[in-house]
């Protein structure tokens, strides 16, 4: 199956600033979400992005598909952000089963 | 629209001792996935179904673990018996059709302590 590498493992940020993260695949995907686990443990699904770029009011994420990698930025980023950002990818084929990167925790300080 | 629901929240027991997880997806979705999330881990994929039946079981340790999804609607994990091993966070999420570029919907999750 795939590898799903995701950078940085641990960022923290003041409220305010901007950020960016990073995810690559080992193989091509069909689908691609970014999801955000909250201090409580659940998963938020932000983006589904297999290729091209999406907004959602401070977040959005871009995947160049042909260079196996997608990126998610927050910008003026809040305490509210804090958490685990995992990004998922699925193969063709695959039946919808997700293989998960380790994550990206972020914290936001006031 | 309600999302998808699981109970208990939070559950210890001992080793040796069985547990069993509820699941009650988004209505209407077809597809139910139950994942393990060890601390600091990533979701790893346990088993998935297609309405009632059984899409892909590949990682779940068959020997200890089992699930079912009687109508296609709600389902529950056990593990008999329970391994130290075994503590995480097993998540269940739903998605509407369960293709490869399917949306997938999480529940709040259930936290095992095994001790």
């Known amino acids: 199956g795939i590898q799903v590498e995701q950078s940085p493992p641990d960022l923290i940020l003041q409220e305010g600033a901007n950020s960016t993260l990073r995810c690559n695949f080992s193989?091509?995907?069909?689908?691609l979400q970014w999801f955000h686990q909250n201090p409580w443990g659940q998963l938020i699904n932000l983006f589904y992005?297999?290729?091209g770029t999406k907004q959602n009011g401070r977040l959005s994420a871009t995947t160049v598909a042909t260079e196996r990698y997608s990126l998610l930025y927050i910008s003026s980023s809040q305490t509210t952000d804090s958490g685990v950002y995992f990004c998922?990818?699925?193969?063709?084929?695959?039946?919808?089963?997700?293989?998960f990167g380790k994550g990206t925790k972020l914290s936001v300080k006031p | 629209e309600a999302g998808v629901a699981q109970s208990p929240r939070y559950k210890i027991i001992e080793k040796r001792q069985s547990v069993a997880f509820w699941c009650n997806p988004i209505?209407?979705?077809?597809?139910l996935y139950w994942y393990q999330q060890i601390l600091g881990q990533g979701p790893k994929l346990l088993i998935q179904?297609?309405?009632?039946?059984?899409?892909?079981d590949s990682q779940l340790p068959k020997d200890r673990f089992s699930a079912e999804r009687l109508k296609g609607v709600d389902s529950t994990l056990k593990i008999q018996p329970a391994k130290l091993e075994d503590s995480a966070v097993y998540l269940c999420?739903?998605?509407?059709?369960?293709?490869?570029?399917?949306?997938?919907?999480f529940g709040p999750g259930t936290r095992l302590t095994v001790l």
């Open positions: 999420a739903s998605s509407l059709r369960g293709g490869s570029t399917d949306t997938q919907y």
């Open positions: 193989d091509s995907v069909n689908n």
């Open positions: 992005i297999p290729s």
């Open positions: 998922a990818g699925g193969q063709a084929g695959s039946q919808g089963n997700l293989i």
């Open positions: 209505s209407g979705h077809a597809t």
């Open positions: 179904f297609q309405n009632n039946g059984v899409v892909d």
